[in-house]
Every structure is written in structure tokens, then in C-alpha cells.
């Protein structure tokens, strides 16, 4: 008996997670087609940051599971894990309340030095930081970084040596059904004949699903980042702050070690507050407002760096589904396309998770994760309003 023949459209960290943990299963052929290379679109621009330190048991365990999976990498590939830490801080004692029930999840998923933090150990923990006005931290010392363009093109490279194609330079034009009810799909590297297809476009993913006959809103929104050069080294390797809560309405500002002498430094949001940028004309470099606005926050929460400035800054997307959670499962108009799309700024952490639910669909064994009534099963497209919850690309 033949292999079942998938397509996985997009090269980034969510269709090579996806290619990779398919290759993993066998009884599969399984071809990425990508636009232009590997990683070139938002997993190449992400911070790559990986943690644990959210509100939810279920955004905890698929994030535990992604942490245990770049460890693995870091482990038996020797992938680049830098742990420093993660400190999400807090404006409120009822934040704390939710930081402390945080910290007995995690242990739940195997997290053990996730603790609630306050003021004075913050202080002591990241001496520069300011914290006058926030009552506390919740911080995971086992996570960390990896560079999003290094963790995708292993993957990449680990799905070949398990069978998959990957055929960058190959653009999805369009696609049409074959005698045996088979897609179709031409590209500019000539047609290929696919059983199933995904859809891990990210940015791109509402136009793929335009084509692939699956339609949904996604709104991919330009965030930025920055680097904050430093005057001296620090002496020690700051931890990365996240001074935004979920489901706060605004805005946060975020950064990260990236060396001794720099931080990277940026405005993170998992809401969608910001309108829809073309991903084909978007522009990938940093403009005036923004380096305007990173400043005055950097001067506020860090205000005991001694002589740092900012340098090179650099634009990506963040694919914001219609209710601001990832789709991942068929698509109703046609479950043969399963999606893996809208993880907005969480891309590079939550890839694995979405790779292992989306590779569980397609084989059709037990789900582990994120299967049928989850947050992110993809039924919910069926009831979304695309001209109330978003812009359709």
C-alpha cells in the first residue's frame, strides 16, 4: 500500500515541526513546499524565546512540551539552548494570586523551579531593572532562548534525514482536484499531487487558504524589535522580562540577554490591536515611532543601564487568527487541509505542540495535546464572523 502523500505549505518553524514529526511517524511522503527559503519569512525575525510562565494549564502544558522538545534538540542534536530565565512581571496582588496557581500547574508538566518573586528579589535577581511600580514576578529559571533561524533549519534538516522533500523556491499558485480526488497543486517548480494538504503559511496563511479553497481570517500585524547595546557588560546574564499579562488589552515591553554587550528589546502583544499588514509589501525595517516609543520604555523600566543606545532594529509578523488563539486541525470546507496557523508572536515555542497535533490528525492516533475541543481545534472556523473578528487576507 502506498504512502499517504502530504503537502505542507511553509517552511517556517510550524511546517517543519509539522514536516519533521511526520517523517517521525512513517507511512508518510511527506513535501514542504516554501516561497522562497527556510525560515524566511517571521521565524527568522523571532526572539525565539521558550517558556512555561502562562496562566492556563492548557497554554502551560503545550508550552512544557515544547520546552522539553527544543531541550531534546539541544540534547541529541546539539542545538543552542541559552537558559537564562524568564520573569513575567506583575501590577497587581491578584496578579500574583494567578502567578502562585501558575507555579502549581507547571509542576504539573514537570516544571519544578517555576516561583513567584518579589520586589526585593526581582531587585536582586536584575539589579538595573525598576519595579517601584509592579508588586511582583513570576519566574522560570530553566527557560530560555535559541535562535529561531538555527532551531527551524535543524528541523528542516532532521525531517530529510527521516524521508521528507523540501523544495524551497517553490510558490503555491493555485490548486485543483485530480481524477482520485488528489490536490493538484502547481508551483512555480512544476505541479505536485499531495492526499493532504497544510496549511503553515503563517503570514501568507490566509492567501494559501484562499487557494487551497479553506478559506479564514488571519491578520498578520507587524511587531518590532530592536537592539539595546550596552555602555559595559553587565557581569552576569540577565534573565528576559516580559512586563505584558495576557489578555491585558495593551501592549508590553519584553527583552532578552542576547550577549555581553546587548539586549534585544521589543513591544509584545497576543491580542489583536493592531490592523493587517500585507506580508507580500510589508516593510521588514523598524520606523521612527517605534525607536521613539521602545526608548521612553526602555528609560523607564531600565533606568540604571549606564550609557546604553539602541542599534539595529528589524520588523515581522505575528499571524493573529480571528480570536487570537492558533488554529490547528482540518479545515470545515475541507478536512483533507489541515491547518497550523495563527500563532502570532508564540511561533518558535509553540511549534512543536502544533507540529505533534497537527502530525496526530493526520495519522489519526490518540491526541496528546491540543486534539478535538481544545482552544485550538479548528471547528471554530465554522463560527467565526470574518467581518466582525477580522481582516481577511
Request: aromatic residues 6%; hydrophobic residues 40%; proline residues 4%.
Amino acid at each position: 500500500m502506498s504512502n499517504t502523500r502530504v503537502a505542507v505549505v511553509g517552511a517556517g518553524a510550524l511546517g517543519l515541526s509539522t514536516a519533521l514529526q511526520l517523517s517521525q511517524l512513517g507511512g508518510f511522503d511527506v513535501t514542504v513546499l516554501e516561497t522562497a527559503h527556510i525560515a524566511e519569512g517571521s521565524s527568522s525575525r523571532s526572539i525565539g524565546i521558550v517558556e512555561t510562565q502562562y496562566l492556563n494549564e492548557f497554554d502551560i502544558a503545550v508550552r512544557a512540551f515544547g520546552l522539553r522538545f527544543v531541550k531534546a534538540l539541544a540534547a541529541s542534536e546539539g542545538l543552542q539552548f541559552n537558559v537564562n530565565g524568564y520573569l513575567r512581571l506583575a501590577d497587581s496582588d491578584a496578579a500574583l494570586e494567578e502567578y502562585a496557581a501558575s507555579v502549581e500547574m507547571q509542576q504539573k508538566f514537570g516544571i519544578d523551579d517555576a516561583r513567584v518573586l518579589d520586589r526585593s528579589e526581582i531587585t536582586t535577581l536584575i539589579p538595573e531593572l525598576e519595579v517601584g511600580d509592579r508588586v511582583g514576578g513570576l519566574f522560570g529559571a530553566g527557560d530560555g532562548y535559541v535562535d529561531g533561524h538555527l532551531l527551524t533549519n535543524l528541523m528542516g534538516e532532521l525531517a530529510r534525514r527521516h524521508g521528507a522533500t523540501i523544495m524551497q523556491k517553490a510558490k503555491l499558485l493555485g490548486a485543483t482536484s485530480g481524477p482520485a480526488g488528489e490536490f493538484l497543486l502547481d508551483t512555480t517548480r512544476g505541479q505536485l499531487a499531495a492526499d493532504i494538504v497544510v496549511n503553515a503559511a503563517g503570514g501568507w496563511g490566509g492567501l494559501v487558504g484562499d487557494l487551497l479553497g479553506a478559506p479564514l481570517t488571519l491578520i498578520p500585524q507587524r511587531h518590532q524589535a530592536i537592539t539595546v547595546t550596552l555602555g559595559k557588560p553587565l557581569g552576569y546574564v540577565m534573565p528576559s522580562v516580559m512586563d505584558y499579562v495576557p489578555g491585558s488589552g495593551r501592549s508590553g515591553l519584553y527583552f532578552r540577554h542576547e550577549n555581553e554587550t546587548s539586549l534585544f528589546a521589543g513591544l509584545h502583544t497576543e491580542e489583536t490591536i493592531h490592523g493587517a499588514a500585507d506580508p507580500d509589501t510589508v516593510s521588514w525595517n523598524t520606523d521612527e515611532a517605534f525607536v521613539t516609543e521602545i526608548a521612553e520604555a526602555l528609560s523607564e523600566r531600565l533606568p540604571r543601564l549606564e550609557g546604553a543606545g539602541l542599534g539595529r532594529g528589524w520588523a515581522g509578523l505575528y499571524p493573529m487568527s480571528f480570536d487570537q488563539q492558533p488554529v490547528v486541525g482540518p479545515h470545515p470546507d475541507n478536512e483533507r487541509v489541515i491547518c497550523a496557523l495563527g500563532a502570532g508572536g508564540n511561533g518558535i515555542q509553540l511549534s512543536p505542540a502544533i507540529g505533534k497535533t497537527v502530525a496526530e490528525y493526520v495519522a489519526g492516533t490518540t491526541f496528546s495535546l491540543a486534539g478535538p475541543g481544545s482552544k485550538w481545534d479548528s471547528k471554530r472556523i465554522a463560527t467565526s464572523d470574518p467581518a466582525v473578528a477580522g481582516i481577511k487576507c
